[in-house]
């Protein structure tokens, strides 16, 4: 049974003059997966951290996994950040160890099958690894926790295409029917085929958003044609 996961109201976040987030309204319910889409800029990653507990100050109401953002949503809420995180000196055996010793909901044996699956050596050092081998590693590390919601920032930029299916089929392998992901992306394209539902932003605010299915037969063509409707103007 679906619950609520993620419900926002009235959610505004300023950088000095800056409105990043502005009246910010959305509500998403587990048992889904959701693909964060908008240009540049137009505040996906702000909205992620606030939702991760990473970023405070803030006006509006945000409950997220049952908890207002902070200590005791860190309990249920993974969250991929789009930048490294991890010590570059640290071999991935050593990460998995980290999290383990970090997060109580942790699944070594998950996390190790899916670096297995990514074709990661446990022996290797993140600093002789490439931007696409890390983030595979970030990726098994974040989806092996049994969280309720994982919130992933951009999380297969560096994976060459070939190797992004593989990687979206880890991703989503033995997920829980009782959780949300939201994943922000510009590779529509790529993750249209394992999404739910679409939330489409722009200035701050949320565009459009709804099923994939029915937003392709409501506008008779793809997610990925979608997106390059609604902001081509922008774009420009
Ligand atoms: N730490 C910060 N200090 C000041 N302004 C910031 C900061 N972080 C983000 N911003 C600004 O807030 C706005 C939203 O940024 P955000 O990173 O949330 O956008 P985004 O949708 O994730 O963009 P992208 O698709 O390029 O990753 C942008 O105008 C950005 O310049």
Request: aromatic share 6%; net charge negative; proline share 3%.
């Amino acid at each position: 049974m679906s619950t609520t996961a993620i419900n926002v109201r009235g959610l505004t976040k300023n950088y000095g003059v800056l409105r990043a987030l502005d009246a910010l309204d959305l509500t998403l319910p587990t048992g889904q997966i959701v693909g964060l889409l908008g240009e540049n800029g137009c505040g996906k990653t702000t909205l992620l951290k606030v939702l991760a507990g990473v970023l405070a100050d803030h006006e509006g109401d945000v409950t997220i996994a049952g908890h207002r953002p902070g200590p005791e949503s860190k309990a249920h809420v993974s969250f991929l950040p789009d930048a490294s995180f991890l010590p570059d000196n640290a071999r991935v055996s050593e990460c998995v160890r980290l999290y383990r010793d970090f997060f109580a909901d942790f699944d070594v044996a998950k996390a190790e099958d899916l670096i297995g699956y990514f074709g990661l050596q446990q022996s290797t050092r993140l600093k002789a690894m490439s931007k696409g081998m890390r983030e595979k590693v970030q990726i098994a590390l974040a989806m092996s926790r049994q969280a309720t919601v994982y919130l992933l920032d951009e999380p297969i930029s560096g994976v060459d295409p070939a190797a992004r299916q593989v990687i979206l089929d880890g991703m989503v392998r033995n997920l829980s029917e009782d959780s949300l992901v939201l994943i922000s992306t510009h590779l529509v394209h790529d993750l249209e085929p394992i999404l739910d539902g679409v939330v489409l932003m722009r200035h701050g605010k949320v565009l459009l958003e709804g099923a994939v299915d029915d937003l392709r037969g409501q506008y008779n063509m793809s997610i990925d044609q979608l997106f390059r409707e609604v902001y081509q103007w922008s774009a420009r």
